[in-house]
């Protein structure tokens, strides 16, 4: 059975950091970070393939790093300067796909696979 597990979230001020973690039950090719804020939709944050491969939404390119170590299944998101409006509930998300394009590595339809979140608060 597949899991993924997220940790390090928390609350912080603005301009703070924090460092999400994904931990998965085994190794997925494409893993991506999705975040979903109170009454918006879910939104892809950042995703990474196993080759290394990134790629970041608009509005977080420059603060945030989506990183992975291989040999232990896990996923990473450093978050610096952090905003009021990148509070939400982030979410891990994983495929074994090697085959999806970079203008849909973030669309949530692409993951099988997902996370219970962990929040995000990020005051002002």
């Known amino acids: 059975q597949v899991h993924l597990v997220e940790s390090g979230g928390g609350s912080v001020q603005a301009g703070g950091s924090l460092t999400l973690s994904c931990a998965a039950s085994?190794?997925?090719?494409?893993m991506a970070w999705f975040r979903q804020a109170p009454g918006k939709e879910r939104e892809g944050v950042a995703a990474i393939e196993g080759d290394g491969t990134t790629e970041y939404r608009k509005s977080i390119q420059g603060r945030f790093t989506i990183s992975r170590d291989n040999a232990k299944n896990t996923l990473y998101l450093r978050m610096n300067s952090l905003k009021p409006d990148d509070s939400a509930m982030y979410y891990c998300a994983a495929s074994s796909s090697d085959t999806i394009y970079s203008f849909q590595i973030l669309d949530t339809v692409q993951y099988p696979y997902w996370g219970q979140g962990t929040q995000v608060t990020v005051s002002s």
């Open positions: 085994e190794y997925f090719y494409t």
